[in-house]
């Protein structure tokens, strides 16, 4: 290919311009991030229960406050299967030593999925630090994709034959359904 390149992209084709988000998306997982590229697609956490404590119960640390979304999830009547947050929370969490200054979270010499509550912990750069969401990922929405990546190159837009330039155009078609949100609850770890 001669020349310069000019790109004249739809939103849907934005989405390559995500890495993160296309590992995730091609490995199988559910999306989080409120991208704000289609307003169509939008997203998990701007749809998820808003976390609300309970009365009478310990809401001190990163790991009650997850506890407690688990629960809010529960009451909610859907059976959670996964917790998302950032991975500056999820060092934070890792950090925690009991009085003897031993980890709690097992020997860091070894590696281990992270799980929390019998549930895996995924770390992503979708959440801002401090923020969190948990629940049933799965029951809670669906992503249907349509089309497959299409990327299309051409000399005959404008005057890009005299300039010696190509235009290409990329589009993804796909559509996120929520379904049940309060089968998700999102909210942080800023303490009172």
């Known amino acids: 290919m001669t020349g310069a390149m000019t790109a004249a992209m739809t939103p849907a084709a934005s989405w390559a311009a995500c890495p993160d ?3 995730k998306l091609q490995a199988g997982a559910t999306p989080i991030p409120d991208l ?3 307003a169509n697609l939008t997203g998990l956490i701007t749809v998820a229960t808003a976390y ?3 009365e ?3 809401d001190e640390t990163r790991i009650d406050r997850l506890r407690l979304g688990l629960l809010q ?3 909610a009547n859907f059976a959670a299967n996964g917790i998302t947050l950032n991975p500056i929370d999820w060092a934070a969490i890792e950090l925690l030593k009991d009085a003897q200054g031993r980890y709690i979270f097992g020997n860091p010499n070894e590696q281990a999925t992270p799980r929390l509550w019998g549930l895996d912990v995924i770390p992503t750069l979708s959440h801002s630090a401090g923020e969190w ?3 049933n990922f799965q029951m809670a929405a669906t992503l249907y994709d349509r089309q497959e990546h299409e990327v299309l190159i051409s000399s005959e837009h404008g005057t ?5 330039m190509k235009t290409m155009k990329g589009s993804k078609r796909l559509a996120l359904a929520n379904k049940r949100p309060a089968a998700l609850v999102t909210g942080g ?3 009172a």
């Open 21 to 23: 988000w296309w590992e």
């Open 36 to 38: 704000a590229l289609d």
């Open 52 to 54: 609300a404590a309970p």
């Open 56 to 58: 009478g119960l310990p």
């Open 73 to 75: 999830v529960a009451l």
């Open 133 to 135: 969401m948990c629940g």
């Open 160 to 164: 890009n034959f005299i300039d010696g």
């Open 189 to 191: 770890f800023t303490f």
